[in-house]
């Protein structure tokens, strides 16, 4: 009889097999945690645009009366409520639930003018007087936010904002910036075209209270300035003032490369710098600035 060599005839040793499995268990726990990640992102980004869908049917709602009355939002924790008229009533017939994935909240109390829950939209016009920011974030990695911005008309804003930790934005031409402080406290906004040796090409000076709207509710100037002999053509709107920040947005054409400064008065609050490197612009937030995202 044909005899084997014995080398093939030996086995997995105890010590080999429990090697083996604790690799596996550690490759499984890896694929599992990868997935829950994932998980999370998705159930996040669904949950803040359905926040962001209920937020607009109750203003559509709102402008056509529906009932007779204006609609609302209501935020929890865990959940929102669309509800009729002004005051939030748990028990109200007409509500309209939306509860989150498991794993996602609402940061409360929200950011909302007045400090409530709620926000109201008038009647007939869609316009709100508790406008501000929802913050949404996963339970277990709070790094994972959304954040919704409500400005006084009514209009959403649905981002993921990139803060100040990592400032810079490539190919930024249509940014927007959520300061930390209200643009209607400064007295004038100040852009400043310098050339490579940071020598000024070009300063443009804007009265501020001469752009705001008549309830100081919005900053709105747009405008050109001759530098090296070109117009450059700049935007600057705030869409949301709430009584400590604004929202600013701030569009400015494909073609300027020239670096820019822009700041309020003389330097008291910096807000963005506009800057070409390695043949791309980028924008950089001021030191004053809250957060940024670009369109």
């Not at 550690?26 to 829950?36: A, D, F, Q």
């Not at 409530?116 to 277990?140: A, K, M, Q, W, Y």
């Not at 008549?214 to 053509?233: H, P």
């Amino acid at each position: 009889m044909k005899k084997f060599n014995s080398k093939f005839q030996k086995g997995f040793s105890l010590i080999e097999i429990i090697v083996v499995v604790f690799i596996a268990s550690i490759i499984l726990s890896i694929v599992i945690i990868s997935g829950r990640s994932f998980d999370d992102s998705i159930n996040l980004e669904n949950t803040a645009k359905s926040i962001d869908m209920k937020i607009k049917l109750a203003k559509s709602r709102s402008i056509s009366a529906l009932n007779g009355t204006n609609h609302s939002v209501h935020f929890e924790a865990d959940k929102v409520v669309v509800f009729e008229g002004d005051t939030f009533d748990a028990f109200a017939p007409a509500n309209e639930v939306y509860v989150f994935s498991d794993n996602i909240k609402i940061n409360i109390p929200v950011g909302l003018i007045g400090g409530g829950n709620d926000l109201v939209f008038n009647r007939l016009i869609g316009s709100t007087n508790t406008s501000g920011n929802i913050s949404i974030e996963v339970i277990n990695d709070p790094s994972k936010t959304k954040q919704i911005v409500i400005n006084s008309d009514g209009q959403t804003s649905l981002n993921s904002f990139q803060t100040s930790i990592e400032p810079l934005i490539t190919n930024a031409r249509h940014v927007h910036f959520h300061l930390g402080w209200n643009v209607k406290d400064a007295t004038v906004l100040s852009l400043k075209w310098v050339d490579e040796f940071e020598v000024a090409l070009a300063t443009n000076d804007i009265d501020i209270a001469s752009y705001l709207s008549a309830g100081e509710s919005v900053f709105d100037w747009v405008g050109e300035t001759a530098v090296s002999g070109f117009d450059q053509e700049i935007r600057i709107q705030s869409w949301l003032d709430a009584s400590d920040h604004s929202v600013l947005c701030i569009i400015r054409e494909q073609t300027e490369n020239d670096k820019l400064y822009i700041f309020t008065d003389a330097g008291a609050k910096d807000i963005a710098t506009y800057e070409e490197i390695a043949g791309e612009v980028v924008v950089e937030l001021g030191f004053d600035g809250g957060v940024m995202e670009i369109q």
